[in-house]
T-cell receptor, first 113, second 111 residues
Framework: EAQVTQNPRYLITVTGKKLTVTCSQN?????MSWYRQDPGLGLRQIYY???????DKGDVPEGYKVSRKEKRNFPLILESPSPNQTSLYFC????????????FGDGTRLSIL | SQQGEEDPQALSIQEGENATMNCSYK?????LQWYRQNSGRGLVHLIL?????REKHSGRLRVTLDTSKKSSSLLITASRAADTASYFC???????????FGTGTSLTVIP
């Protein structure tokens, strides 16, 4: 089954404790992306990757890092999480750019105390 | 920010009625997509319309695009209770590399 898998689904942690949210897709997609969703703000793009070893900033990259060492994986790293990063995070992938639909994971709800 | 906006923010209708939601965006686009999100779940792609298209249909969905007004509308005909969800439009940047989502319309269909 074609899917985008995120882990963990839920996480409560404390300020400053490094964390990684993993994302994996099994569709051999070149393009992967991370979004955060906040009430009243919709989804905002954090980082995206056009292919292996190619990553670029989205609209809200501050406080986040990503890497794309393999085509299927695109982890999101919060080196020193802060409470304003409490949000619902989504990973998505697509075969190419905006001309194709994106496939989304089920989301990761992060609470940073 | 180049984020778009949906209108209305919330919509409540009776089952069987049509639901129309609108999306406005800020910059020129290559494609516009509509997505659906059930509460707390990931987004599911509904339909994509290219900038050189004016209207597209898929089942009970009808999407229009007016690039001169930088707006799009999504019409769901003969709504069902199962259509209850949030609906988002998404546009791509002129390079096709970045995506901008609207703030969403929350649709409630009352059985």
């Amino acid at each position: 089954e074609a899917q985008v898998t995120q882990n963990p689904r839920y996480l409560i942690t404390v300020t400053g404790k490094k964390l990684t949210v993993t994302c994996s897709q099994n569709m051999n997609h070149e393009y992967m992306s991370w979004y955060r969703q906040d009430p009243g703000l919709g989804l905002r793009q954090i980082y995206y990757s056009m292919n292996v070893e190619v990553t670029d900033k989205g609209d809200v990259p501050e406080g986040y890092k990503v890497s794309r060492k393999e085509k299927r994986n695109f982890p999101l790293i919060l080196e020193s999480p802060s409470p304003n990063q409490t949000s619902l995070y989504f990973c998505a992938s697509t075969s190419r750019d905006g001309s194709q639909p994106q496939h989304f994971g089920d989301g990761t709800r992060l609470s940073i105390l | 920010s180049q984020q778009g906006e949906e209108d209305p923010q919330a919509l409540s209708i009776q089952e069987g009625e049509n639901a129309t939601m609108n999306c406005s965006y800020k910059t020129s686009i290559n494609n516009l997509q509509w997505y659906r999100q059930n509460s707390g779940r990931g987004l599911v792609h509904l339909i994509l319309i290219r900038s050189n298209e004016r209207e597209k249909h898929s089942g009970r969905l009808r999407v229009t695009l007016d690039t001169s007004k930088k707006s799009s509308s999504l019409l769901i005909t003969a709504s069902r209770a199962a259509d209850t969800a949030s609906y988002f439009c998404a546009t791509d940047s002129n390079t096709g590399n970045q995506f901008y989502f609207g703030t969403g319309t929350s649709l409630t269909v009352i059985p």
